[in-house]
């Protein structure tokens, strides 16, 4: 192309070319739009405002002479193209952690200008979820499970009377002992079997840990004041709280004295099994629990982006669902920190559990906040 476009625009011109002819060559051998035109404008003296390359040139298919329909006609698409790739930026959103209660925030987020890492949040928030249950467990069980196959041994030997056999038959139980019988434990050594919140209170130098009475009802477990009560029929025990009951019918024949619960022991634990394990266990422990709490974090960040994305699609507000994946993580993360900080309150765990229930509707109002944010700034120049 000659260095003077007006000499090239000249004798493209006296070749017969048209304007839309000349521009496409011009555009294609690296002229700027803008330039094309303004030129254009002097050459055939008409009025030509300055705009950038729109694809429609091609599909005019105006001759020369008509030099200000071809232009109007570019002018026009070009302000319909600004208006659609360039948005109104919204005011800013807040800084810091004060930016999670902003719902501008949330909006940038599905426009693409503010971002965060959905990964990352999921390990954070599953560190905080951690903490107290790691604690709870290395205060109260870990002293408990640890060696506990050789403590259970020696508490069978210090505690459970030599004379006592018990035999299940056919779902029926009998002794070789006077009845009521009790088989008691020093409240110091039942406490080392027992996480601090489940320790007896009280002056108490035994407790009654199993009563046998074959002519009792399971009605009378509590008469017993007892931790377990065996009947003709049935074993009678607290579990977390709440009495539970085995038919023992559910149970193959057997006749249980000291030795046998020391064989059985000995045999389950065959070369520290239980020992190992256990300590596998305890030292895993919060490895697992973090492990569990991340995927279970990234597995309601997505359950909550699908559904947040299918309302988005029916509603036709465009967002990619990798947004709507870093907004699910972004609305999260200050509910489940409250939830979990407070949760370690005793005074207001009772409240923050029942609160928890509503945390699905909390989290979808704020999400809603954020979407409706985007659709007024954004979606609707688009």
Known sequence: MPNNIQNYIDKAAKQGLTQEQITQNMLQAGWALSQILTELN??????????????????????????????????????????????????????G???????????????????????????LLALIITIKPSIVFFSNWF????????????????????????????????????????????????DTFLPQKEKINGPKATVRLVTINTDAQASDFERYQTYALLTQKDFIYYDDGQIKTISLKEIKDVTISKQWIIDKINEINKNNRIGRILSILLYTFPLILFIGSYLTLLSSFFMLSFLLRLLTAINQIPVTFGKMFALTAAVETIPVILLTVFGWLPFVSTVIASLSSLSTVLLLAIAYTGITTYKNTYANNN
């Not at 002479?65 to 807040?94: D, H, R, V, W, Y």
């Not at 002293?143 to 196959?149: C, M, R, T, Y």
């Not at 505690?159 to 008691?184: C, H, M, Q, R, W």
């Open 143 to 190: 002293p408990i499970l640890k060696d506990a196959p050789s403590k259970v041994i020696a508490v069978v030997n210090e505690n459970y009377p030599e004379e006592l056999e018990i035999t299940v038959k056919d779902g029926y139980a009998s002794t070789n002992v006077t009845e009521p019988y009790y088989i008691t434990i020093p409240k110091d050594t039942l």
């Open 97 to 123: 952690v004060l930016k999670y209660f902003d719902p501008t925030f949330y909006a940038n987020l599905l426009y693409g200008s503010q971002k965060v890492k959905p990964f990352l949040i999921a390990i």
């Open 42 to 95: 002097l050459y055939f003296n008409k009025p030509q405002p300055i705009l950038d390359q729109q694809p429609a040139v091609s599909q005019l298919n105006i001759k020369q002479g008509n030099s200000s329909q071809f232009i109007n006609s570019l002018e026009s698409n070009k302000t319909l193209e600004q208006e659609k790739i360039m948005p109104e930026e919204p005011a800013k959103s807040l800084s």
